[in-house]
Nanobody
């Protein structure tokens, strides 16, 4: 029922910046966590950052100090501001929504947006 649509990916040079957006639509449970995951070439999908409905954030060590996650609950949208990008940041970035229901978490995923950091 919930759909996530990412946008903002593209090609940037090392040291550049990019902002990703993810808009959620459908019937969204009010208690949830939204986040960004990425999958680099030849690697498994990994956590980048998460943010709760109360704006509690969590970041992977590799992006701390460079990336900032935020959300707009009224718009059901989560953002990822990426600064000082490195070639190792290259990958497909996926938006995630986890509904925290009493019966357990329910995950929804976007189709992904490609971020390429290269000269």
């Amino acid at each position: 029922q919930v759909q996530l649509v990412e946008s903002g990916g593209g090609l940037v040079q090392p040291g550049g910046s990019l902002r990703l957006s993810c808009a959620a639509s459908g019937s969204i449970f009010r208690i949830n966590v939204m986040g960004w995951f990425r999958q680099a070439p030849g690697r498994e999908r990994e956590l980048v950052a998460t943010i709760t409905s109360r704006d509690q954030t969590n970041y992977a060590d590799s992006v701390k100090g460079r990336f900032t996650i935020s959300r707009d609950n009224a718009k059901n949208t989560v953002y990822l501001q990426m600064n000082s990008l490195k070639p190792e940041d290259t990958g497909v970035y996926y938006c995630n929504l986890r509904e925290l229901r009493l019966g357990g978490g329910i995950d929804y995923w976007g189709k992904g947006t490609l971020v390429t950091v290269s000269s």
